[in-house]
């Protein structure tokens, strides 16, 4: 497949050669007539495509008629409001993650790692429903499945025995939250998350929402265990809004230990200023990618499936006003969670670093209207094509059959 009259990242314009799923040849482009499996670029920007790794599609209301938001205060109150609605949506659960992950597709997202919620109340419902979805759509993109303790793992007996069955059933990550805040006894609540990721051979992703020194001290926990068990590259921290809080010299030794232990960070593009600097991290090598978080669900009203929208949001809580950090707020949306996903992708290597669009690539690309990257972000056009593992998934917002 050719295609042609494209921008890579916003550069001149150029015909880009796909052969096996992979860039082979990125060529100047010359004015000929589209015809057989070409694409038509038409001038747009080609960028990689984008990567949600911090999405929560077992709670998706997305395409559902808006409803008053309810959630009292508090991780715990959330999660109880999430428990007394989400069987009563308008349409079953399975039919809600499907549609959810059709239509951030359809924007450009082909690499997703969701959350699956596992507890005593929804059992393993939330998360038979996410691994569904993951199977239609595995032709459109690469999904990882988390298995998640929302609501903690020592609060309610047989959690732990779910999320185990989980790991049993193919979950690809086990997620811990809030060790200290929620189950107030860290150590046993990452002793039992470490040790099945141990077990089972999967990754680590700590949902951390703590506060101040609060959340250092469950972070420095998280990398004891990280160093000893030889975990480098497998453990990820999500949120961690408070990590910058406390002191500069906190920030700047837990960026050096991330980067020493390849603990990579998920942001959901927060609305706080104690997180750690974005642009410290990247500079630093640590592997960090965006996520929408919830959409449109019973936490939030907030999250559309659309990663270009919360790329916007990136560059706007963080104060970019400057081409460089808006474009890297842009890497991090796309190549930088594609580096939490795989090993095998390229990670951001400091703030003018634009990988993903160089020969041998994967061929994991969207083509979007705008002048330059940055225009792009803050336009947010809709004219755009989607391809993953080098064949069109989706063309003007819609998903294609393969």
């Known amino acids: 497949m050719l295609i042609r009259d494209v921008r890579p990242w916003g550069g001149s314009a150029s015909d880009v050669l796909i052969e096996d799923g992979r860039i082979t040849r990125i060529l100047p482009h010359e004015e000929a007539p589209v015809s057989g499996d070409d694409v038509d670029g038409r001038g747009r920007l080609l960028l990689p495509s984008f990567s949600d790794v911090h999405v929560h599609l077992d709670s998706t209301r997305i395409g559902l008629p808006f409803r008053e938001h309810t959630g009292a205060p508090g991780v715990w109150g ?5 428990r007394e609605n989400w069987r009563n949506a308008e349409i079953d659960l399975p039919t809600r993650v499907a549609g959810t992950l059709e239509r951030m597709i359809a924007r450009g997202t082909t690499r997703v790692r969701s959350y699956a919620q596992v507890d005593v109340d929804c059992k393993l419902e939330k998360f038979d429903a996410v691994i569904a979805a993951k199977e239609k759509f595995a ?13 903690g793992i020592l609060r309610e007996e047989g959690t732990v025995e779910y999320l185990e069955e989980s790991l049993k059933q193919g979950a690809d990550v086990i997620g811990g939250i809030d060790p200290s805040q929620l189950d107030r006894d860290p150590a046993k609540h990452l002793d039992i998350v470490f040790g099945l ?8 992703d700590i949902h951390l929402h703590e506060p101040g020194a609060l959340g250092v001290f469950s972070t420095e926990l998280v990398m004891e265990r990280t160093r000893a068990l030889g975990m480098q590259g497998k453990v990820t921290m999500s949120h961690a809004y408070e990590l910058g809080s406390v002191s500069e010299a906190t920030s700047r030794r837990l960026i050096e230990e991330f980067a020493e232990l390849d603990i990579s960070m998920a942001t959901v593009a927060p609305s706080t200023s104690n997180q750690l600097s974005l642009v410290q991290l990247v500079e630093a090598g640590v592997r960090i990618g965006l996520g929408q978080d919830g959409q449109r669900d019973y936490w939030s009203p907030y999250g559309n499936t659309d990663m270009l929208d919360r790329t916007w949001q990136l560059a706007f809580t963080n104060g970019f006003r400057r081409d460089d950090h808006i474009e890297m707020a842009l890497a991090v949306a796309t190549m930088g969670g594609a580096s939490i996903m795989s090993a095998s992708s390229p990670r951001l290597k400091g703030v003018d670093d634009r990988p993903g669009l160089a020969v041998g690539d994967r061929a994991d690309l969207v ?3 705008g002048e330059t990257p940055t225009s792009a972000v803050m336009d947010r056009g809709v004219d755009r094509l989607v391809m993953h593992d080098g064949r069109v998934v989706a063309d003007g917002l819609r998903v294609l059959a393969l």
């Open 197 to 204: 990721a141990e077990k089972y051979q999967v990754e680590v």
């Open 367 to 369: 083509l979007v209207d």
């Open 78 to 82: 959330m999660m109880m409001n999430d």
């Open 139 to 151: 032709g459109h993109a690469d999904v990882q499945v988390m298995t998640f303790p929302q609501a």
